[in-house]
């Protein structure tokens, strides 16, 4: 077991300090500990974390290029029409929870994954919405106005994909409320390959990063050159291609059995 250094030793961390005025200071909540976070240990722990997952990364990076990609060529289309006007919200609501992905990501790679999960919700939430508005456009006036109804976002997004109602109802467990995830001490640190946490983590972005992808593919079906996750079956009939939940449910049955929860 690694001995606790003295007050007057040099910090393990290498900056050339005493403890009590470097670590032990951010640790007893000093006034620089947000500071000695940014400039001393995140790049340690987002290099760890670059190097032992940079297979995922290459992918997560891929899916969220081409999402961006094929809502930035959308966005060309769009004119003052009433129509292009409902287009524009919803590549917007979409794109905004394209960057709430890419927040989460950064937020993993900083050694704050449970963090990120509260993004994966609001991703979730923008999701719904712009189905929902794709699905209702007399609501688009009520959303302008700060009116709009996420609870009924909900219902009517599951009328057209289903598995967004648990995806939805499972996130907000744990991320708006205090869930199992939230009673265990995630810590500041380096996710670590074969972990349960690294697996939720890179799970739960492969499925928020799926579920826009079909998002988007649905709510701009006509306007898509191409799909590759969505098939009309008839006039208000798609199928989706969507990530079954039974992975995801898994691997928090798992984490909750555990002691270490590591």
Known sequence: MATRPGL?????????????VCHLSGQVGGSDILISK??????????????????????????LASIGARLRLVEFRFGPEPEDKLKGRICGILSNALASIMGAVVLARSGLPLQGGTLL???????????????????LEAYERGAFDSGKALSEAKKS?????????????HFAHLGSLSKADWGVKPLERGTIKAGLTFMMLSIALNSLEVAVELTLYDILPMRRLVRRVDPSTYECLMIADTPLQALWDEYETKDDRG
């Open 121 to 139: 919700r609001a991703t979730c939430e923008g999701i719904n919405s712009a189905i929902a508005l794709d699905r209702c456009p007399e609501q």
């Open 161 to 173: 994909v289903p598995y967004l109602g648990k995806l939805y109802g499972v996130m907000s467990e």
């Open 8 to 20: 007057d030793s040099p910090c393990p961390c290498g900056s050339g300090k005493a403890f009590d």
């Open 38 to 63: 940014l400039v001393r240990d995140d790049d340690g722990i987002a290099a760890g974390f670059d190097a032992a997952f940079a297979k995922e990364l290459g992918h997560i990076s891929r899916r």
